[in-house]
């Protein structure tokens, strides 16, 4: 089983939709949780981090479940812009010095 | 600032060939990174310092050396290039006690 696991999609979604994204990890002992977001041929860059009571920034809200063991990523009113790769990455074995990524769920949004 | 930069942006390998990847930041961050993508992969820890004069193994470190020999500075060596190196090799960095991790653009290798 791979550490971090995500749905490949792709998630095809008209504009104005909402979509969610889930992430399962496997190792219990990992404390930090982030999304990043990779456009086609870019680096990934830093969508937010996920903290345990669950944050919100703008149309984007993540949230932790540590009972289960994954963290979500909510996309409210989709916007044809937020057609990228999305990434979930966990820190490892406890600590911060490694990141384990999953590999990505592709949004695309449709007019 | 610039952030984490990355040299050279492509490159041509010939199987044997030996080339290194120059990573920097100037975010005056401690640790530094280097991961390999592939497609369906996702991303892989080639190798990692968490300061300068320091490196450990990732989950993928076989056919390729690095060096820190500058804090702002994380060296990827590939001594003798094969096809099943051809990849993305994105560089990144975090400061210390922070997890989130930032990237340079990435190098897109390619080994014939």
């Known amino acids: 089983r791979k550490e971090v696991e995500q749905d490949p999609g792709p998630f095809n979604v008209p504009e104005g939709a909402t979509v969610a994204f889930n992430c399962t990890y496997s190792n219990s002992a990992s404390q930090s949780f982030f999304w990043y977001r990779q456009d086609c041929r870019k680096e990934p860059k830093l969508l937010m981090s996920v903290y345990s009571s669950g944050n919100e920034d703008g149309r984007f809200t993540a949230q932790l479940n540590r009972a289960s063991q994954y963290i979500s990523l909510l996309i409210r009113d989709s916007k044809l812009s937020d057609s990228a790769t999305y990434l979930c990455?966990?820190?490892?074995?406890?600590?911060?010095?490694?990141?384990?990524f999953g590999a990505g769920t592709r949004l695309a949004v449709h007019p | 600032n610039a952030g984490v930069t990355q040299t050279p942006k492509f490159r041509v390998l010939k199987t044997g060939q030996s080339m290194t990847l120059l990573c920097a930041q100037d975010?005056?961050?401690?640790?530094m990174y280097w991961y390999r993508q592939d497609p369906g992969m996702g991303l892989r820890l080639i190798h990692y310092?968490?300061?300068?004069?320091?490196?450990a193994k990732g989950e993928v470190p076989d056919g390729y050396n690095v060096s820190r020999l500058k804090k702002q500075n994380f060296l990827l060596g590939l001594e003798s290039a094969a096809p099943s190196q051809t990849s993305v090799y994105f560089c990144?960095?975090?400061?210390?006690?922070?997890?989130?991790?930032?990237f340079g653009p990435g190098t897109r290798l390619t080994v014939t």
């Open positions: 990144a960095s975090r400061q210390q006690g922070k997890g989130e991790q930032y």
């Open positions: 975010m005056n961050h401690e640790y």
């Open positions: 990455a966990v820190t490892s074995l406890g600590g911060y010095n490694k990141l384990i």
């Open positions: 310092s968490v300061g300068e004069g320091t490196t």
